[in-house]
């Protein structure tokens, strides 16, 4: 695409580039959601309930407002109003965007423990907290269903949505599996995970009079301003969510939670600048995270280790009032070529905070479950789970034999193994010691689909020699600006110094959330489309020159531009309604995926159970890398969380109360420096010929597969099948 014109530069795509903000970031120069200072600013403190489900019968502000600095407590009693939020439709996603359907301090009723019943507006953020506590509510409290494993046998099917089925099914699984020579079969259960970005949710927000102007730590910059302008019935043109720098968002920042609604409505009732920067604890209590999953596995084969059936059923729950039902049985879908197969996902509702997406939704906690029962049955076997996995690679998608747009796993599972040193593995359990230290080896593969959205963007070429990208996406901490930037160097044909990025912004042409890994994408196509749209305004004004801006030299034009979509009403409309039309035809045609083998090394104390993971080794197909140095960051993150996943992370909810018993980082553990091992990431840059550049997402895949290696790694070590995440000590004694 870039032969017309001469290369002035070696492309930047693949290189490992370092982040275009990381100076920024480092020297503190980038400030985030609760670090703009206005003259006047105010701090909000929330009030949480502490009951599960209910009404308020009486809430008394009086002690709390006579702390010095308060101005003011909002309750049901005196807040501003909030319109209701919409239907979710598919033709608007940001009607998705919603945490729960709460009409926040307009009701008395209570909803989860944890629901914000009362905001405190101070002149100091001490000031505001110390008020907060002292908030008086009495409840009269309701029968609540709050006990997840009790609720089990009422789960009921769960619906499909645009993008996945509840269930699917080819053949009679469960006949094949009750003929089939040789079986395995196991239940698993997965706890509740929260989130935990670096940064906490905040909210900076400013009127001026019906115009709005929001600070805010979101992946959705467009869906948060549609949805604060329907909240708050004002226009969206009005509306301006800026959001330059996020902290980590992993799912947890994709819908909008009442923390951010509420910093709005306390900045309407006090006519001044409020930020609310939640707590950890907070973010436990009004945000989202993984639902539980209760998983049924059952495997059929016969002798030679080809699958005859392959049975995987779920349980997850969604809040009573909101929530993303978990698609924890999607990659057992594509990643086995049985002959029977079934995948029925159930869901119970609760009266607990919605739950939401996080990283890799689903396929994190489906691939816990597949990868230890394939496993098993490769013991069952007596065949190393390596070969049973390659007996099984499949041609097409398994499920319904559409073509696979990619599929590379062979390749990675012979990059892993060489470069972890399976070979050297001996594969009776309790086999292999290192001093008093059991040595486990453990293998699993890693899947998740790729997505494309929509996404408009302008591109400007300046006769300095400059390239302006903008686009409203979101930076996370990925490195998505600098992605772009290659991207658009290379399809101009420019050094990539001479590109610069604008994002962050709801000014800037409309970007998909950042979610489902599939930002990079998404962008990545409109700025391929603009710049091509951009070489042939180019070729229009004379012969190619020496480099894009000597052409408008020549021609005497300052600079020159191209766009991809339009942000009218209309624009978005018909962009909306194109794009819906490709994704489905798309997933008629293809079946598009990310995959890789991950490869992990165990030791267990025989004594104590302490188990540490001494070696990591992953391969991933993930298309063509654009940042040699970003996306392996991204694919070792996802490592790391998963780490996290198998052996420590587990969000306590007492099943009496709907408590959330743990919130914050004391007692929810997170993987630490000293839990991590190095991480060798491999990759196979092999470009999928059906996306633009070859390019898919590296988000997501990197944590799935992590729990069902590590759990693999523990049984080679121990002997032991533990079929209950986290792997902690007291289930290995
Ligand atoms: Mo992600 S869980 O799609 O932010």
Redesign the pocket.
Known sequence: MTRTLPRTSEPAVGKPIDRVDGTAKTTGAARFAAEHPYPGLAHAALVHATISRGRITAIDTTEAAAIPGVVTVLTHHNAPALKPPRKVSPLDLSTMASGTSVAYLNTDEVHWDGQPVAVVVAETLTAAREAAALVKVVYAPMRSTVDFLAEEPNARPQKGNLLMSGSAKKGDAEAALATAPVRVEGRFTTPPHHHNAIEPHATTAVWDGDRLTVHDAT?SIDWLRSHLALRFDVPAEGVRVIAPFVGG???GK?MIWPGTILTVMAARATGRPVRLLLTREGVYRTVGGRTPSTQRVALGARTDGRLTALVHTSVTYTGRVGGSPEQVTSQSKHVYDAENILVRQNLVELDLISNT?????GDAMGTFALEAAIDELAYELGMDPIELRMRNEPERNPIDGRRFANRNLREAYRLGAERFGWADRTPEPGSMRDGRWLVGMGVATAFHPAWQFLANVTVRLSVDGTVLVRCGFQEMGMGGATAQAQIAADALGVPVESVRVEYGDSTLPLSPA????MQTASVASSVLAACQKLRRKLAKLGPPGETPAAVLARAGVPSLEASVGSDSRLGRLTGQARFLAKLLRDQRRWMRAASGAQFCEVRVDPDTGETRVSRWTAAFDVGRVINAKTAVSQLRGGIVMGIGMALSEETLVDPRTGRIMNPGLGEYHVPVHADIPPIDVAYLDEPDPTMPLGLIGV??VGITGVAGAIANAVHHATGRRIRDLPITLDKLL
């Open positions: 992946q968002g992993f799912g994709a997406s996080m990283r890799a939704p950042a979610g489902g890994s988000g997501e």
